[in-house]
């Protein structure tokens, strides 16, 4: 059975496989099913609503069941900013040493460096169903970028009861408390039917 991973982005796609373990079930990335849109636009204001409308346009589009993520940073001192433009915070298009970049402009001379990132999962059926579950990893924003591993804003966050930041960890330890983790944990979870009864069958 198949899954579509409405993603584009390797690295996303690679951490999801490492901590969803379904051997029932082969994961496959958007660039992996013809006639998908190019993009959707993300214009809802919150995670759940940006998770949601991935995972149905492009089960509408692919006829396959569907798990799409939005994720993003959430910095206290900012108001919860770049949020939902976590990837587009510095402008379009979306630019990792910009973004944090700015971010570290936004930050100089703040001592409240509180930051979680979020990760809304939504899982979608052909049949017009669609689920969602919630992860987050608390932790601050360091004073510097450390670390040449992970993606985005991971040299910049440093998850509470660690002095490394996310793009030092190996792999494996932020694949276990990272914010998707505990997204994927939830939904391995909440999920447990509707993977036996109507996916992996």
Known sequence: MRILVATRNQ????????ILKLPE????GADEVPGLPEDVVEDAATFEGNAIKKARALCAAGGLWTLADDS?????ALGGQPGVRSARYAGEPGNTAANNAKLMRALEGVENRRARFRCVLALASP???FWTV??????RIGLAAAGCGGFGYDPLFIPNGY???FA??????????SHRAAALAAAAREWRGLWMTHVVE
């Open 163 to 165: 002095e490394l930041t």
């Open 25 to 28: 079930v082969d994961l496959v």
């Open 127 to 129: 049949a017009g169903g």
């Open 134 to 139: 919630d992860g987050r990893c608390e932790g």
């Open 168 to 177: 030092e960890l190996p792999a494996g330890d932020k694949n276990r408390i």
């Open 72 to 76: 993003g940073l959430e910095v206290d």
């Open 11 to 18: 690295h996303k796609l690679e951490e999801i496989r490492a």
